[in-house]
Structures are given as structure tokens and as C-alpha cells.
Nanobody, 125 residues
Framework: QVQLVESGGGLVQAGGSLRLSCAAS????????MGWFLQAPGKEREFVAA????????YYADSVKGRFTISRDNAKNTVYLQMNTLKPEDTALYYC??????????????????WGQGTQVTVSS
């Protein structure tokens, strides 16, 4: 089992920045990739970004390219999501996820085996 704990959410004005963190514990050696998803009220969970644990290869949703950066700290078993130039439409509950399997891509929620509880990000206009 892998446990994931997110932190770093909050309220920020449009144009501002936040950095989310996701600390993994448990059987972290089995992680192949980690990702971030968002879910706004009444909407489906959406892919934001992912990173392959061994190679560091990164993947982004088109809506966040150039504004968000995903990174990892292997020693701390932690993944970060640096969010810049935030927009009101970025407001959502942000979830961290971990995949214990090799996949050709990690863009969908079904690619992940473990999920955190989520951290709220609210961007005011």
C-alpha cells in the first residue's frame, strides 16, 4: 500500500502562485509514476500533470502547459506541483495519485492505483 498526503492548497488571487506537495509513504519503491488531477464541483476528475518516477519524464494537460510544473524529490518521496499565473478556472480540489504499474501513458485516472484526500485550490478574480 502507498499512502499519499497532499498539502499547499489555499486561496490566491488570479495571477498568483501556489505550490502543492504530495508526500508518499509505504511501499513507495513500487511507484512507477505520480500525477495530479483536479475536480471542480459537478465535474469529472481531470488530468493535470504526471511524472515518471525513474526517468523524470513529465506530461501536462494543454490547459496548464507553460503555467504549471511537476517535479519530484526522490529522497523525500515527494512530488510537487508549482502553479503559476493561476486563473479562476483553476479552482478545484487537487488530488495526488500514484501508479504501481508501468504504462505507456498516465493521462487517465484509471492508470493510478493510489489517491490522496485532495487539497483545495481557490483562485479569486
Amino acid at each position: 500500500q502507498v499512502q499519499l498526503v497532499e498539502s499547499g492548497g489555499g486561496l490566491v488571487q488570479a495571477g498568483g502562485s501556489l505550490r502543492l506537495s504530495c508526500a508518499a509513504s509505504g511501499r513507495t519503491f513500487s511507484n512507477y509514476a505520480m500525477g495530479w488531477f483536479l475536480q471542480a464541483p459537478g465535474k469529472e476528475r481531470e488530468f493535470v500533470a504526471a511524472i515518471r518516477w525513474s526517468s523524470g519524464s513529465t506530461y501536462y494537460a494543454d490547459s496548464v502547459k507553460g503555467r504549471f510544473t511537476i517535479s519530484r524529490d526522490n529522497a523525500k518521496n515527494t512530488v510537487y506541483l508549482q502553479m503559476n499565473t493561476l486563473k479562476p478556472e483553476d479552482t478545484a480540489l487537487y488530488y495526488c495519485a500514484a501508479s504501481g504499474r508501468f504504462r505507456s501513458s498516465y493521462y487517465t485516472a484509471v492508470s493510478y492505483d493510489y489517491w490522496g484526500q485532495g487539497t483545495q485550490v481557490t483562485v479569486s478574480s
